[in-house]
T-cell receptor, first 116, second 110 residues
Framework: DAGITQSPRHKVTETGTPVTLRCHQT?????MYWYRQDPGHGLRLIHY???????DKGEVSDGYSVSRSKTEDFLLTLESATSSQTSVYFC???????????????FGAGTRLSVL | SQQGEEDPQALSIQEGENATMNCSYK?????LQWYRQNSGRGLVHLIL?????REKHSGRLRVTLDTSKKSSSLLITASRAADTASYFC??????????FGSGTRLQVQP
């Protein structure tokens, strides 16, 4: 999975608890992304980062926050988990951003999160 | 609603047959990409076609793009059981990040 490690791979938590998912890359790529994948919805962008400390919201960012203090790490936090956040979460990286013909994304193996 | 919508949602064929998947999108794009996802795994990039290209080949894959109709197709020739996976189109509009469709589930029967 292209030098991308997501942790944990599986997590079960209770409604109302905070949860942090980690994405670690060894490719030194500038761009990092968090998606969620749900049946019938494909992948939906939660947040993305275009550099250290530079992040922006995606289409489904409510209830999520991110941080990127180092090039290699991108953290996704569910501030107070809800059952609607039960999903599979994917991290992706790319060397360039949108508009470039080199904007090919490489994905981690995913984190399966269940909120009970 | 999704920028990219794949059709059909599911496809079942026999080994050796060709598989065709379609993708429609709504806004102008810089490029369109196809990704593959095996069960329980992350997505893997297959092929990218620029907005000024009409057709592109990579091994057994053939991608076409019709910007006037805002549609693309992915053809997998001589399919194999190992091609069983979900296939997603993704559009690059120059804003934010790629926008993915909901995917086509391909089952290739041995």
């Amino acid at each position: 999975d292209a030098g991308i490690t997501q942790s944990p791979r599986h997590k079960v938590t209770e409604t109302g608890t905070p949860v942090t998912l980690r994405c670690h890359q060894t490719e030194n790529h500038r761009y990092m992304y968090w998606y969620r994948q749900d049946p019938g919805h494909g992948l939906r962008l939660i947040h993305y980062s275009y550099g250290v400390k530079d992040t922006d919201k995606g289409e489904v960012s409510d209830g999520y926050s991110v941080s990127r203090s180092k090039t290699e790490d991108f953290l996704l936090t569910l501030e107070s988990a809800t059952s609607s956040q039960t999903s599979v979460y994917f991290c992706a990286i790319s060397a360039t951003g949108s508009g470039s013909d080199k904007n090919i994304q490489y994905f981690g193996a995913g984190t399966r999160l269940s909120v009970l | 609603s999704q920028q990219g919508e794949e059709d059909p949602q599911a496809l079942s064929i026999q080994e050796g047959e060709n598989a065709t998947m379609n993708c429609s999108y709504k806004t102008s794009i810089n490029n369109l990409q196809w990704y593959r996802q095996n069960s329980g795994r992350g997505l893997v990039h297959l092929i990218l076609i620029r907005s000024n290209e009409r057709e592109k080949h990579s091994g057994r894959l053939r991608v076409t793009l019709d910007t006037s109709k805002k549609s693309s197709s992915l053809l997998i020739t001589a399919s194999r059981a190992a091609d069983t996976a979900s296939y997603f189109c993704a559009t690059d509009t120059g804003r934010r990040a790629l926008t993915f469709g909901s995917g086509t589930r391909l089952q290739v029967q041995p």
